[in-house]
């Protein structure tokens, strides 16, 4: 596999990223929504320490993220997505990014105009980027938890729509987000991009077999 996304898939730096951030995302939420219960202590203070250092650590992988992505590009739709699928699909992308951007930096706004210290890890400081005041801090407050909620409704489509091409469309779309796995040539976007030597092809009927096994 390629590191750099090719016309039909994503390249490994995109697979990577786009996994990892799904990983982290999940732990951060779980943190999130448990810890605001705990009873105060040290143990809570730890654990709201961790969500936000692991908050921080997501915003420099997206901000990784959409720069490879600006530059690497993405694949072509996969092919026979009708127009009105790929704009949704391409929504809902950018919608998650502006998420991916908004949930850790209200987090931080919301921190900073509260009056809390932010640490990374315990490692060094982080500056307020935002000034003390309890109006600012309840709407930061209210763009973090209703933002978490929608990202959490764009996540349930987005991914029930990969699930969806996968089981009933049986096209690429997910396999294409995944290492490894041959691709179906049927419904791969680039088909005619690559054209195999027609003393390679075994016959016309064998290469049908192999497009519905793959
Ligand atoms: C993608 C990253 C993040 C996600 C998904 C996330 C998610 C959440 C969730 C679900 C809650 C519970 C909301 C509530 O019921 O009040 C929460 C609370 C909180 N988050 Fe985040 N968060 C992220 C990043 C950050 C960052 C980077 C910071 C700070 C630098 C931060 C600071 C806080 C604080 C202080 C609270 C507690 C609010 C309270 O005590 O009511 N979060 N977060
Ligand atoms: C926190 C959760 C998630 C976020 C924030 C997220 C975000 C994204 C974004 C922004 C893209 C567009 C690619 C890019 O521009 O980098 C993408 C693509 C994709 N995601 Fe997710 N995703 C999440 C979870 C999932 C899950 C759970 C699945 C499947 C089970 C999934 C499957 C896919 C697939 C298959 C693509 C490629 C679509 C295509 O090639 O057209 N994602 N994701």
């Not at 997206?62 to 720069?67: A, D, G, I, K, S």
């Not at 391409?90 to 706004?109: E, K, N, R």
């Not at 990202?151 to 469309?169: E, K, N, P, R, S």
Request: without cysteine; glycine residues 8%; charged residues 15%.
């Amino acid at each position: 596999m390629t590191l750099k996304n090719t016309a039909d898939r994503w390249g490994a730096v995109s697979q990577s990223l786009h996994w990892l951030v799904v990983l982290l995302i999940a732990t951060i939420a779980v943190i999130g929504l448990t810890m605001t219960d705990m009873s105060n202590g040290p143990s809570k203070i730890k654990i709201y320490a961790l969500h936000k250092s692991l908050g921080l650590t997501l915003l420099t992988l997206v901000v990784l993220r959409l720069l490879w992505r600006i530059y690497a590009g993405a694949p072509k739709p996969v092919e026979g997505t009708p127009h009105w699928q790929e704009r949704i699909a391409s929504l809902t992308h950018w919608a998650l990014y502006v998420l991916m951007f908004a949930l850790p930096i209200s987090g931080w706004v919301f921190n900073s105009s509260s009056g809390y210290p932010l640490q990374y890890f315990g490692l060094f400081n982080l500056p307020k980027i935002a000034p003390r005041g309890e109006d600012l801090a309840q709407l930061s407050h209210q763009v973090h938890e209703y933002g978490f909620w929608l990202l959490l409704a764009l996540v349930v489509a987005h991914a029930g729509a990969a699930f969806y091409h996968h089981l009933f469309q049986h096209d690429d779309t997910l396999k294409r987000m995944l290492p490894g796995g041959r691709r179906n040539v049927r419904a791969s976007g680039d088909v005619g991009a690559a054209p195999v030597p027609a003393d390679l092809l075994p016959s016309a009927s064998a290469t049908s077999e192999h497009s519905h096994a793959d």
